[in-house]
Each structure stands twice: as C-alpha cells, then as structure tokens.
C-alpha cells in the first residue's frame, strides 16, 4: 500500500475558547480529488491553512503528513511539494499577468528559459495568452482568478489546495 497524499489524525484547532477543528481525520490517497465540503464557519479554510502550513496545528493534534513530509518536523518539504490559491487573490495587479507567472517561477528556482516555457503553457492553458502584457489590475476578476491559479501551478506541485476555486470564476 502507498502512502496517502495527505494524512492526518485529530486535527484540532482553537482560538482562544472557540473549537475550530475537533478531532478530524483524514486520509487522502495519492493521485486523487479530494472536496471538504461544509458550511461557512466549519473550519474549511482553517484545515487548509494548518495542511499548507500557513499557521501551526493545535494542541494535541496527532501527527500530520502531507506528500510523504511530517508537517512538524519537515514543513520545508511540504511546502515544496503543494500549490495553494487561497479564497482571496495572490495576483499583484501592479505588474503584468505574465509577470506575476515568471515571478512564481523564479520563487520556485526554475531556471529562466524553464520559467519561460512554463508561462507560456499557462498563459496558453488559461487562456490568458492575449492579456499576458497588461497590468493583472486591468484584469476581470475572472481573468485574475485563472492568473491566481495558474500561479499555483508554476512549480508543478503534487498537491493543490484550492480554497474557493470557484469564486470570482468567469462562467
């Protein structure tokens, strides 16, 4: 049997007196598409959040990996190995949609022609070709949208996390 893709035993979370996460389990196999479906303020986002390490789990969660990588002891690992396009856009309008792309490339190291190639397909794939040269804040909120996760994309991760993907998606 492979290792999941994400796996985690009681995941909690609080802020101060209010329980966020109470004990989640999870397993998500290698390969698949996996939804956290629930309504607003069932701490969605907060399990992202703790997965992508953008903030630490709580107290006595068990222990969490995500792509192979103990997020306690080898959050480096885990963050070289995942995407995430959060509910709340990443793309700097003040710059070109192809220059926001080629930034996430030189974040993630790859080398220029590579970084190159890399923003073309994307461009290509999101159909963002014909607008790669404008200001991103010149964008519809859709075109930045499909920009904020195509930047996800760039280092070519294992696993994606997409909080809201849909929002703001052109239809």
């Known amino acids: 049997m492979t290792n999941p893709a994400i796996a985690a035993n ?6 101060g007196e209010k329980t966020v996460l109470d004990g989640i389990d999870l397993s998500i196999p290698a390969g698949t598409v996996f939804a956290l479906l629930g309504p607003n303020g069932a701490g969605k986002t907060t399990a992202v959040k703790i997965l992508s390490t953008l903030i630490p ?11 192979g990588h103990d997020l306690a002891t080898d959050a480096q690992a885990v963050r070289a190995a995942i995407g995430v396009t959060g ?9 070109t949609g192809e220059e926001n792309l080629l930034l996430m490339a030189d974040l993630h190291h790859l080398p220029k022609a590579e ?10 794939r999101f159909d963002l070709t014909e607008a790669a040269k404008k200001p991103a804040s010149t ?13 996800t994309l760039v280092g070519n991760p294992r696993i994606i996390f997409l909080d809201e993907p849909t929002t703001g998606l052109d239809p």
């Open 115 to 124: 970084g190159r190639r890399v923003t073309a397909e994307l461009l290509e």
């Open 57 to 67: 789990p709580g107290e006595g969660s068990g222990a969490i990996s995500v792509g």
């Open 10 to 15: 009681g995941l909690r979370k609080a802020y």
């Open 87 to 95: 509910q709340f856009s990443a793309v700097d309008g003040l710059i």
């Open 139 to 151: 964008y519809s909120g859709g075109m930045k949208r499909r920009l904020d996760i195509a930047m």
